[in-house]
């Protein structure tokens, strides 16, 4: 892993594309099936529930999209499973990114949520990562959950990679995958909603899985946000303000007439794209009353038409009717983007009559604690609807073998083939935790809809859906 590593840092591989809208995009990093599994491990992921089925290429793409009308320049981060059979069309799996403070910790800079663009990959998907507006390569000010350029950053990625088909050997399938952590679940929920909206003429999205999101910015976030005595990350609701007065211009004319000085001759330098979150946050209070100017909290949540309120309310990505599968994820600890921003978009969802909606809670975790096992989660989550490509060659080494039948399983029952009668076998659901056990040819998934692993002793493991 230590020479794909320098490889990816040290060498960079520039191939530019022709393409009429001047999309480029350059190599960054190759890492191998063995290089993936090692990460798996790292993080703690169970062998039993994810396989590093490929190695994967990774490639920093530059490409435009509309944004405060006129075409800018935004970047993000494409990755590529290698080995993968010719006759095989590939979905596409986009990650929108959490937030960040500073450019360079963006995707296409193979930060630390970038490099698990490899992880997704791997299982045999093209995963795309855009960095946003104002992030990576734009250097505007990032206009913190803003629905409408984080749905277009994914949307104009996905259009611009359509055009590297040719010169990357891979071929697309009608498959589209969305999902994110926490102003990544905002982004998700913004594109899935803005492809079903206005781009179903081009795309369908297959299932999504947003994570831990503001999704109610003016009827829970933004109001909680301030009308609490503490927030523990006050970077976060200044870099809102800012970021969308940098979009509609009409929140103040000067930082004070928000926040208190000292602190608000101290925040252009702070959010300048170069600044981490703890500087951030260490250089502002996190008291409510020290922070934001008296009288300010009343005056935003008493007036509907408070220019503030009218950015939230234009940000609102939770009412609405998803015509995908969808499983929204959060945390009940989490106290940073509250869980009730989950709870108001799966009510709202649910009266408008969604009928493949879920809500997963994952327990008393915080903000941070939350991310790992929701962004796992929801990658085996959605692997569920995933119609995975089997080469002749595959089919007929497990029918030579051993299988399961059916698969999908409707009834939540299969038949174990190829199998001797008195093997053991165990049912492991996507936490791994044992759920089912036996000996003999016919195994019970239960009812539940979900993805389960069959696992035969000496044999192997085989993914299945129950559903």
């Known amino acids: 892993m230590k020479n794909t590593l320098l490889l990816a ?49 990774a490639y920093k793409v530059l490409y435009t999209m509309p944004y405060m009308d006129e075409d800018i320049e935004v970047s993000g981060a494409m990755f590529i499973p290698t080995g993968v059979d010719s006759n095989c069309d590939l979905p596409i799996h986009t990650y929108m990114h959490g937030t960040i403070f500073e450019r360079n910790q963006a995707p296409s800079f193979m930060s630390i949520e970038g490099i698990l663009g490899y992880l997704m990959s791997s299982p045999g998907y093209i995963v795309l990562m855009p960095d946003y507006v104002g992030l990576g390569e734009s250097q505007l000010m990032h206009p913190y959950v803003h629905a409408q350029s984080e749905a277009d950053a994914g949307i104009y990625m996905i259009e611009a990679i359509s055009t590297f088909t040719d010169d990357l050997s891979f071929t697309l399938n009608e498959e ?3 999902s994110g952590y926490s102003q990544g679940g905002h982004a998700a929920m913004a594109m899935n909603k803005e492809i079903q909206e206005n781009w179903s003429d081009s795309y369908e999205v297959t299932a999504s899985a947003p994570m831990a999101g503001p999704y109610d910015m003016s009827g829970v976030q933004a109001i909680l946000s301030v009308d609490v005595e503490a927030y523990p990350s006050p970077a976060y609701f200044v870099y809102n303000v800012i970021g969308w007065n940098s979009f509609y211009g009409n929140i103040y004319e000067d930082l004070s007439e928000i926040f208190q000085e000292p602190y608000a001759s101290l925040m252009p330098d702070l959010f300048d794209g170069e600044t981490g979150p703890a500087e951030i946050n260490a250089a502002l209070p996190t008291l409510t009353s020290e922070l934001l100017q008296p009288g300010i909290v009343d005056e935003i949540l008493s007036d509907t038409n408070h220019p503030y309120m009218l950015a939230a309310i234009d940000n609102d990505v939770h009412d609405w009717t998803p015509e995908n599968f969808m499983q929204i994820y959060y945390c009940s600890g989490d106290n940073t983007v509250y869980p009730e921003n989950s709870i108001s978009a799966y009510d709202h969802m649910i009266e408008n009559g969604a009928e493949n909606v879920s809500l997963f809670d994952g327990g008393k975790l915080n903000h941070g604690e939350c991310a790992g096992p929701s962004i796992f989660g929801g990658l085996l989550w959605l692997q569920q609807y995933y119609e995975e490509c089997e080469p002749e060659s595959v089919t007929n080494l497990n029918d030579m073998d051993w299988t399961i039948a059916p698969n999908p399983a409707p009834q939540g029952t299969i038949t174990l083939i190829g199998v001797p009668s008195q093997t053991r076998w165990n049912v492991r659901d996507l936490t791994g935790r044992v759920v089912n056990s036996g000996v003999g040819s016919e195994v019970s998934l239960g009812h539940t809809t979900s993805i389960y692993f069959v696992e035969v002793e000496g044999r192997g493991i085989v993914k299945v859906l129950a559903n």
């Open 9 to 57: 840092f040290g060498l960079f591989l520039t191939i530019i594309s022709t393409s009429a809208q001047s999309q480029t995009y350059e190599q960054i990093g190759s890492y191998t099936q063995a290089d993936i599994t090692s990460m798996a491990a790292s993080f703690g992921i169970p062998s039993n529930l994810y396989t590093a089925e490929y190695g994967v290429d």
């Open 176 to 178: 589209i995958f969305i």
